[in-house]
């Protein structure tokens, strides 16, 4: 009886956790969507989106601006968070993120070279930036394994590599600077002049993504438990590793595609939502999701209005606060205090 009472009052508190989420996205979105260089009422930006008012000025910079600039924002966070929990529970590495292992210079690296290549393929900038994401992520994962797996040997060949493929970058740009336009904003990672043109193709990736990690949750739980415990209980630990890194590789890339190289997304979330809800994978990948999306619309509402007329790129705002968490993070491990 007491167990039963103690398991109640935990699925209480969660879900009080998962209703502070959803209106937190909630207010995000409505927020992102009111403020900018005009203020829009909240009950107007209603009435536009309910389809009540499709004509006027105010119309035109929701539907055409703030609204595409407001999906890219939740849709981003979203992909972001959830990649970096599937690559911090498959690599067992707290320290594990997509900017810091290398998955965000890859699918740069690839959108990059795609411009160059067909620079009006816009429909393919998911796939390719999903190509490189997954070069990065299977690269990083053979030097770790050959060097030992440890933690910081991960992070340290995801420094290397992210080297190496921002050289290649470079040397894209040199040799065809008509892909260097835009790229300033595209390395630091921001929303301005987003369309759902662009959104569209990313959007159905990371749907189709987001969806097969949610089917793969128990899984990704047992394989938690070490990879020994794992193929125990008959599971293929190596295959089942590869889809998973995969899928993070897709999700990642996805979002790079459309957002720009953003960073830390996927290392705070992941981090802040295994304290709140816990190791559950069905409900840290929700959390995180929700979280994601949150926290990048809200540092691109700060970054939109901090310094209003003027607007920084969102990536310079979580850079600020992913570098001193980061740091945090290498103390604690040099400690042990993180597992």
């Not at 209603?46 to 009540?52: D, E, K, N, Q, Y």
């Not at 008012?53 to 979203?78: E, F, H, K, W, Y």
């Not at 890194?245 to 996805?254: I, K, N, P, V, Y």
């Amino acid at each position: 009886m007491k167990n039963w009472r103690i398991s109640f009052t935990r699925q209480g508190v969660k879900s009080k956790i998962y209703l502070i989420l959803v209106l937190l996205v909630l207010s995000a979105a409505l927020l992102s969507i009111c403020f900018g260089a005009v203020w829009i009422e909240p009950k107007a930006v209603l009435r536009v989106l309910l389809g009540r008012d499709r004509s006027s000025v105010q119309a035109n910079i929701i539907l055409l601006t703030r609204l595409p600039r407001t999906c890219g924002c939740l849709l981003a966070g979203m992909a972001l968070a959830v990649s970096g929990a599937v690559i911090q529970s498959v690599l067992s590495n707290p320290l594990a993120a997509p900017n810091i292992i290398g998955v965000n210079s890859g699918a740069g690296m690839a959108v990059i070279i795609c411009t160059a290549i067909a620079p009006t393929a816009v429909t393919a900038m998911p796939f390719a930036a999903f190509a490189g994401a997954l070069f990065a992520v299977l690269t990083v994962l053979a030097i770790a394994e050959k060097t030992g797996a440890s933690k910081m040997t991960l992070v340290l060949s995801g420094v290397a590599v992210t080297s190496i493929f921002s050289a290649v970058t470079d040397a894209v740009i040199t040799f065809v600077p008509e892909a260097l336009n835009g790229y300033s904003d595209f390395r630091i990672g921001g929303f301005a002049n987003l369309t759902f043109a662009k959104l569209g193709p990313a959007f159905w990736v990371i749907l189709a993504a987001l969806l097969l990690v949610l089917s793969l949750s128990n899984e990704l739980d047992v394989l938690m438990l070490g990879r020994e415990t794992a193929q125990s209980l008959g599971l293929r630990t190596k295959p089942l590793r590869l889809i998973l890194l995969a899928l993070a590789a897709a999700l990642a890339g996805a979002a790079v595609s459309f957002s720009g190289m953003l960073g830390f997304v996927g290392l705070i979330v992941p981090h802040i939502m295994r304290k709140t809800v816990g190791e559950n994978s069905l409900e840290l990948v929700c959390s995180c999701a929700l979280g994601g999306a949150a926290l990048v619309t809200f540092c691109d509402l700060l970054a939109r209005v901090l310094f209003a007329p003027y607007e920084l790129p969102v990536g310079i705002v979580l850079s600020l606060l992913g570098g001193p968490f980061f740091i945090v993070l290498l103390l604690r491990q040099r400690k042990g205090r993180i597992p």
